[in-house]
């Protein structure tokens, strides 16, 4: 069964500083991994997705992740935060079934 | 491209009415419609899963009296709630599922906020 474990709950950087949002995911299988930004409010939006094509994966607002098979992980990071990053991302892994498994979900907090 | 509308974006309801949330995608057919319940401060919590002229699938606990399921098109999902009390009150969240490409791919709408009094 697949699983996925996003390390914090609550991350704090300053603006312009490097955003790291950890994801460790655990899958019998080859993973299809995601990450998705919501907003307060709001529904979720796609940020990038791990398809096997390439470990490193860049989405939209700068984002980017890595997969490491070695570490089970698809680290979220981008270099230089804004403002208009703050809110709460979620990793997820596609299941067997076609379901999408969610971490917890980490708030990123900007700070001016 | 991948646009899922949810409709309304809020409503308020009396305690023992019934109401309807609409769940569209606008620019791809889906070959799966998903709807999902979220608590403040929380992951999404799957509901039930949807195939166009299918039966949903529900998840373990979700009461299929209670949260009716119509998928009647590739680009239409209603999700009704039946009697709806205060405890019905949350965050409805729907998605779409695209071959997008290589893997399918969920695609959210804006979500719903149900308020019951």
């Known amino acids: 069964a697949q699983s996925v474990t996003q390390l914090g709950s609550h991350v704090s950087v300053s603006e312009g500083a490097l955003v790291l949002l950890r994801c460790n995911y655990s899958s019998s299988v080859p993973p299809y991994l995601f990450w998705y930004v919501q907003y307060p409010n709001q529904g979720l939006q796609l940020l990038l997705k791990y398809t096997s094509a390439a470990t490193l994966v860049k989405g939209i607002n700068g984002f980017e992740a890595e997969f490491k098979k070695s570490e089970t992980s698809f680290h979220l990071t981008k270099p230089s935060a804004h403002m208009s990053d703050a809110a709460e991302y979620f990793c997820a892994v596609r299941g067997n079934t076609g379901k999408l498994i969610f971490g917890q979900g980490t708030t990123l907090q900007v700070k001016p | 491209g991948a646009v899922v509308s949810q409709h309304p974006s809020w409503v308020i309801c009396k305690s023992g009415t019934s109401v309807k949330i609409e769940c569209r995608s606008l620019?791809?057919?889906?070959?799966?419609m998903f709807w999902y319940r979220q608590f403040p401060k929380q992951s999404l919590m799957l509901m039930a899963t949807s195939n166009e002229g299918s039966k949903a699938t529900y998840e373990q606990g979700v009461e299929k009296d209670k949260f009716l399921i119509n998928h009647a098109s590739l680009t239409l999902s209603t999700l009704t709630v039946t009697s709806a009390h205060p405890e019905d009150s949350s965050f409805y969240i729907c998605?779409?599922?695209?071959?997008?490409?290589?893997?399918?791919?969920?695609?959210f709408g804006p979500g719903t906020r149900l308020l019951v009094l």
């Open positions: 620019d791809f057919q889906a070959t799966t």
């Open positions: 998605s779409a599922s695209v071959l997008d490409p290589g893997v399918e791919t969920q695609y």
